[in-house]
C-alpha cells in the first residue's frame, strides 16, 4: 500500500489534527518504517527497537560473539564490529525523522533470540572468538533461560554487560552530531532504557549513557541536547515511579509488557486460552489489544500521578501495541499522556482517535462546568 493520504480523507486528517491535544508518533526502526510513518502524519518516533537490528544476517554473527563472549575484550571486538552499522542505523532515522524527536530504546532482547542453537552456529562462534567450542557449548548452555521474557533482557543485560549500552549510546551521540552538521538542524534524541523496576536501574544506565556523551562530546568538540528516560512496563516501576522520576526526563509506558506481567499472562502463549476467557466474559476483551481499566489502566494512572508528582513536566507516552487503539488512546487522553507511538499503519487511526478523545473529553468539561 502507498502511504499517502489526499481528498477527503486527508481534509478529515487535517480537522482532526486540529482537535487533539496528544502527539502521535510511531514504532519504527527501519528507514522505510520511519519514511511510512512520515508519510503517515507521525510527529516522531515514539520507539524504535534496536534489537530487531540486529538480526541482519551482516550482523548476527558479531551479536552471537558479543553475548557469548566469557570475557570483555571478547565483547569489546565484537561491539567494535557492530558500532559502524548501528552508527548509519541511526544517522538515517535522524536524517529521516529531520529534527523531529526520535525515541531509541536500548537493547531489549530475549536472551535466546541471540544465543546460538545449531552446531554450525556454536562452531562459528566459537572460531570467531577463538575459543573451543566445547567452551561455546557450556556458555550456551550456561546462558539459555526457563522462561526468557522475565530473565536476562531489557536493562538487566545493560547493567550485566555494560559495554553494549556504551556501544549504543556512543553510536547515537556520533549519528546525531553528524546529522547536526550535515542538515543543520540538531536530532534530539531521547534514549530509552527497557524493563527497569528500580531508580537504581536506571541511575546506572543512566551514568553510563552520560559517560559516554561526555566522551563523544570532547572528541567531537560539539555538544548536542538529548534525554535520557524509561519505559514503564512492569508494575514495580508503576508503584516506584515517583522515585523513578527522579532519575527519569520521560517515561514511556511499555503495555505489552505491563499487561503480561499485571496479569501473568505470557505475551506469546496468550492465545491458548484468552479466547475462553474473553468469551464467558472473565476478561472482557483482549487485554493485550485495549488496555484493561481495572489493571493495566489503573497501574498507568498510578505511575503518571506519581511520576508528575515528582516532575510536573515530565513527558509521558505509550509505545505498547495499545497506542494505536481507539479505545486505549481514548483511555491515554483521561491520563493526559502527551503522546501514543504506535505501528506506522495505525498512525492515521491513532490522529483521529486522538481528536475523538479530546472532544469527548472537552465534552465532559463542558457538560461538568
Ligand atoms: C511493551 O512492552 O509494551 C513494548 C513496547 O516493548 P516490547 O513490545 O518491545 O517488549
Ligand atoms: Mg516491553
Not at 143 to 152: C, I, K, R, T, V
Not at 241 to 270: K, M, W
Request: hydrophobic share 45%.
Amino acid at each position: 500500500i502507498e502511504p499517502k493520504l489526499s481528498g477527503d480523507f486527508a481534509k478529515l486528517m487535517e480537522w482532526a489534527d486540529g482537535v487533539r491535544r496528544m502527539k502521535v508518533r510511531a514504532n519504527a526502526e527501519t528507514p522505510l518504517d520511519a519514511e511510512t510513518a512520515r508519510k503517515f502524519g507521525a510527529e516522531g518516533i515514539g520507539l524504535c527497537r534496536t534489537e530487531h537490528m540486529f538480526f541482519d544476517p551482516a550482523r548476527i554473527g558479531a551479536v552471537r560473539q558479543m553475548i557469548m563472549a566469557e570475557h570483555e575484550d571478547g565483547r569489546r571486538a565484537a561491539l567494535a564490529k557492530l558500532l559502524p552499522f548501528q552508527r548509519s542505523d541511526f544517522t538515517e532515522l535522524f536524517r529521516i525523522m529531520a529534527g523531529l524527536p526520535v525515541t531509541i530504546r536500548l537493547l531489549d532482547p530475549p536472551l535466546h533470540e541471540f544465543l546460538p542453537h545449531t552446531e554450525e552456529e556454536i562452531a562459528e562462534v566459537a572460531v570467531g572468538l577463538g575459543v573451543e567450542a566445547s567452551a561455546m557449548q557450556r556458555r550456551a548452555a550456561d546462558l539459555s533461560e526457563a522462561n526468557p521474557m522475565l530473565g536476562h533482557r531489557g536493562c538487566r543485560l545493560g547493567i550485566s554487560y555494560p559495554e553494549i549500552y556504551e556501544m549504543q549510546a556512543r553510536a547515537i551521540f556520533e549519528a546525531a552530531i553528524a546529522v547536526a552538521k550535515e542538515t543543520g538542524t540538531a536530532p534530539i534524541p531521547e534514549i530509552m532504557i527497557p524493563l527497569v523496576m528500580s531508580k537504581r536501574e536506571l541511575d546506572i544506565t543512566r551514568g553510563q549513557v552520560e559517560g559516554i556523551a561526555a566522551q563523544v562530546f570532547a572528541e567531537a568538540g560539539t555538544t548536542i541536547e538529548y534525554m535520557v528516560g524509561t519505559m514503564i512496563e512492569l508494575p514495580r516501576a508503576c508503584l516506584t515511579a515517583d522515585s523513578i522520576a527522579e532519575s527519569a526526563d520521560f517515561f514511556s509506558f511499555g503495555t505489552n509488557d505491563l499487561t503480561q506481567t499485571t496479569f501473568g499472562l505470557s505475551r506469546d502463549d496468550a492465545g491458548k486460552f484468552l479466547p475462553a476467557y474473553v468469551e464467558k466474559n472473565i476478561i472482557p476483551k483482549d487485554p493485550f489489544v485495549s488496555i484493561d481499566p481495572e489493571g493495566v489502566g489503573a497501574l498507568v494512572k498510578i505511575a503518571a500521578k506519581k511520576g508528575r508528582r515528582v516532575k510536573p513536566g515530565l513527558k509521558l507516552g505509550i509505545c505498547g501495541e495499545h497506542g494505536g487503539d481507539p479505545a486505549s488512546v481514548q483511555f491515554c487522553e483521561t491520563v493526559k499522556l502527551d503522546y501514543v507511538s504506535c505501528s506506522p499503519y495505525r498512525v492515521p487511526v491513532a490522529r483521529l482517535a486522538a481528536a475523538q478523545a479530546a472532544l469527548d473529553s472537552a465534552g465532559r468539561t463542558d457538560r461538568t462546568a
